[in-house]
T-cell receptor
Framework: QQQVKQSPQSLIVQKGGISIINCAYE??????FPWYQQFPGKGPALLIAIRPDVSEKKEGRFTISFNKSAKQFSLHIMDSQPGDSATYFCAANQAGTALIFGKGTTLSVSS | GAVVSQHPSWVICKSGTSVKIECRSL??????MFWYRQFPKQSLMLMAT?????????EQGVEKDKFLINHASLTLSTLTVTSAHPEDSSFYIC???????????FGSGTRLTVV
């Protein structure tokens, strides 16, 4: 049973455009929702994270939107740049437990 | 910020031998460490969770006798792949939880190739 479903699997965006990646979760006990960026051959790096007491969090060009009733959250990358080309993973967990990852989205930003 | 050092970054070993991967939290004490496995173009799959001084908890389907995890201190966890086979070839990533915000920090990963 996949606890965190991520879409799309791949995404191509033009430079300067908005990249949007969506995730849905099933476990209502989850209380931490991070997004990670991973480059080939490297470990994942935390981009931004949100907790269910807020509906949106913005850090620079990255924004998480969170919909608790729908059990969905999304990552928006504004003004996408070629350097943003990477694989993005959403994740979720309940306090203290291991992060459960979505299947990932490969983002390509064309210049 | 919190830093996790993972070594080696890559290793090639012969089938039947054992390989040890180290994961160290450099500037914080890790109350819990996690080991993940990632196949090419796939997601991170949790293998086991370890707490300092206690036995690791393995996920269903992960052979605990094959993937030995030791968490002897609050800053070091090791994963030993015993009697490695080509199908064990993968990218292994550790994660440590701790620091002032109890966040999750990942190591840079270890590419294991068994020939």
């Amino acid at each position: 049973q996949q606890q965190v479903k991520q879409s799309p699997q791949s995404l191509i965006v033009q430079k300067g455009g908005i990249s949007i990646i969506n995730c849905a979760y099933e476990n209502t006990a989850f209380d931490y929702f991070p997004w990670y960026q991973q480059f080939p051959g490297k470990g994942p790096a935390l981009l931004i994270a949100i907790r269910p007491d807020v509906s949106e969090k913005k850090e620079g060009r990255f924004t998480i939107s969170f919909n608790k009733s729908a059990k969905q959250f999304s990552l928006h990358i504004m003004d996408s740049q070629p350097g943003d080309s990477a694989t993005y993973f959403c994740a979720a967990n309940q306090a203290g437990t291991a992060l459960i990852f979505g299947k990932g989205t490969t983002l390509s930003v064309s210049s | 910020g919190a830093v996790v050092s993972q070594h080696p970054s890559w290793v090639i070993c012969k089938s039947g031998t054992s390989v040890k991967i180290e994961c160290r939290s450099l500037d914080f004490q890790a109350t819990t460490m996690f080991w993940y496995r990632q196949f090419p173009k796939q997601s991170l799959m949790l293998m086991a969770t370890s707490n300092e001084g206690s036995k690791a908890t393995y996920e269903q389907g992960v052979e605990k006798d094959k993937f030995l995890i030791n968490h002897a201190s609050l800053t070091l966890s090791t994963l030993t792949v015993t009697s490695a086979h080509p199908e064990d070839s993968s990218f292994y990533i550790c994660s440590a939880r701790g620091g002032k915000d109890h966040g999750y920090t990942f190591g840079s990963g270890t590419r294991l190739t068994v020939v």
